[in-house]
């Protein structure tokens, strides 16, 4: 059995297909409704060096230990432990100075990271809201896989916490994106119009960051 192995019987598939999800290094096994399990573990195990060499292709983890580099909006900030006498992560500069237990390390800092981008991307989409004439409702953050920001009818956007680690303007770009469809709750050509116009420059070339970049980010933190 491979390691992280997902089975997805889809009503549309036509034939077996395997996908390495470049943000955990997870299988996909896409089968027809009709087709035999068995037959198909059997084809999986037969792509083991296919699957080898994709792997092998990923970012990996980037763990929150001592000493390593952590990505922050253009730099990078350096986790240093221990720090005596400092209970919570506190930044200084382009340090991370933390105290405390290690085992607890990449706890603390990942709830540092978490605090600070929602600070961050409530201040920008404050700004941008304004810039729009809407109202937002609430802002929140989370840890999707599949997507960057939300909006909700109801006025509430939701962001990944992992933008703070992205370059600022990618940042920037993803919160006009968002705000944007506080008038607009669709992708058509009045709604790219306004982010460009809330945003002040074509959005294009942080949205491709994003599709080939973005996946990294979800290795920061991780074994």
Known sequence: MIEGLEVIRHPRARRMRLAIDPRDGKVRLTIPPRASL???????????????????????????????RVPF??????????????????????????????????????????AEALRVLSE???????????????????????RWGSCASTGVIRYSWRLILAPSEVRRATVAHEVAHRVHMNHGPDFHALVEQLYGADP????????????SLHWVGRE
């Open 204 to 215: 294009t070339p942080h949205r491709h960051w994003l599709r080939k970049h973005g996946a």
């Open 124 to 146: 920008e989409t404050a700004h941008y809201a304004a810039l729009a004439g809407v109202r937002v409702t609430k802002v929140a953050i989370g840890d999707a896989r599949s």
């Open 73 to 114: 909006g253009d730099g990078e900030l350096t986790i240093v432990w221990p720090v005596a006498g400092v209970r919570r992560v506190r930044r200084e500069g382009d340090q991370l100075r933390c105290g405390g237990t290690e085992e607890g390390l990449s706890r603390r800092v990942e709830r540092w990271l978490r």
């Open 38 to 68: 068995a037959k198909a573990m059997q084809w999986v195990g037969e792509q083991q060096g296919w699957i080898d060499a994709q792997r092998e292709r990923l970012p990996g983890g980037r763990p929150f230990v001592p000493g390593s």
